[in-house]
């Protein structure tokens, strides 16, 4: 079974452009998550989609970040336009709708640098 | 709110030796779960291991075993008969109830295995 995968790997990109991120969650899991680690700082969420629907956004910065699962498959997260302080490592997570423990898989992540 | 805590930024360990990895934690909610990543230099977050609130035993797999300390609030992980490729950060993380699956991580520990 193949794992969360995300696209790019790495990116980098100036000030004031944009930049999309791809996160392909593991085939069946409704839940999709995203997270960010900026440099030396934990790991923080950004949202949750269950299927198409956003069920938690709480933890999006503000609003050059649009992050949308259209068919309740793959998620894409745009930033726009991307400031400095944005730089850091994207994780995309999934796990089923319901499940023993609800664990989340990660996916390797995005390395996003904006110079 | 949630809140992690892992207050070792850097631990040392020898080869075969055991080693414990701190994390204490608050939440007002009534039943969570407590999860441990390892996250490797080449980037991916990799699950380990989880406890429930109301897991009456300490959870295991394999040579990582999660300390739990209810009254303590507070689950370490222990690596036993360390080998080198378990040098990697380690990130502590807690899930909250119902809709609220969001993660909350710790700050991480980063573990060095040495010969």
């Known amino acids: 079974e193949a794992g969360v995968t995300q696209f790019p790997s790495h990116s980098v990109i100036e000030k004031g452009q944009t930049v999309t991120l791809r996160c392909d969650p593991i085939?069946?899991?409704?839940?999709l998550y995203w997270y960010r680690r900026v440099m030396g700082k934990e790991i923080k969420f950004l949202l949750h989609?269950?299927?198409?629907?956003?069920?938690?956004e709480s933890g999006m910065p503000n609003n050059r970040f649009l992050a949308e699962r259209t068919g309740g498959t793959y998620s894409t997260l745009k930033v726009q336009p991307a400031e400095l302080e944005d730089s850091g490592v994207y994780f995309c997570?999934?796990?089923?709708?319901?499940?023993?423990?609800?664990?989340?898989?990660f996916g390797p992540g995005t390395r996003l640098t904006v110079l | 709110a949630q809140k992690i805590t892992q207050t070792q930024p850097g631990m040392f360990v020898q080869e075969k030796e055991a080693v414990t990895l701190d994390c204490t934690y608050d939440?007002?909610?009534?039943?969570?779960?407590l999860f441990w990543y390892k996250q490797p230099s080449s980037g991916e977050m990799i699950f380990l291991i989880y406890?429930?609130?109301?897991?009456?035993q300490n959870a295991t797999e394999g040579r990582y075993s999660l300390n739990f300390q209810k009254a303590r609030k507070s689950a370490n992980l222990v690596i036993s008969a360390s080998q080198l490729g378990d040098s990697a950060m380690y990130f502590c993380?807690?899930?909250?109830?119902?809709?609220?699956?969001?993660?909350?991580f710790g700050t991480g520990t980063r573990l060095q295995v040495t010969l």
């Open positions: 406890q429930g609130s109301y897991d009456q």
């Open positions: 993380a807690m899930r909250g109830t119902g809709t609220a699956s969001k993660l909350t």
């Open positions: 085939s069946g899991h409704d839940n």
């Open positions: 939440t007002s909610d009534p039943s969570y779960g």
């Open positions: 997570a999934s796990s089923p709708l319901r499940g023993p423990t609800d664990t989340q898989y």
């Open positions: 989609f269950v299927k198409e629907s956003k069920q938690d």
